[in-house]
Structures are given as C-alpha cells and as structure tokens.
C-alpha cells in the first residue's frame, strides 16, 4: 500500500455538468466534464 495515491489527486472532483460531486474513478473516466477542486497553498497573513 506504500505510495499509493487518491483516486482524483488530492482533491475533490465535480461535475462539470451538474455541478455534483463524483469519485475520482469517475472524475478520471471523464476529464472532460470534471472538475478537480485541489485545496490553494494557505500563506501567512503578514
């Protein structure tokens, strides 16, 4: 199980087209229609 990866990279995938969220499997199937929402780099206020 060393090195093994979530299925859509780290993030959350969507529909393109409905707007609702699908497994990453399916975000990978389709990379047309889909939408992989990864989290932004948070820098310190200052």
């Not at 993030?11 to 939408?35: D, E, L, N, Q």
């Not at 992989?36 to 948070?42: A, H, L, Q, S």
Request: charged share 35%; net charge positive; proline share 4%.
């Amino acid at each position: 199980m060393a090195g093994k990866k979530g299925s859509s990279g780290g993030g959350k995938a969507r529909s393109a087209i409905t707007g609702r969220y699908v497994k990453g499997t399916t975000a990978k199937r389709h990379p047309k229609t889909t939408v992989v929402e990864r989290p932004g780099k948070r820098k310190k206020g200052k």
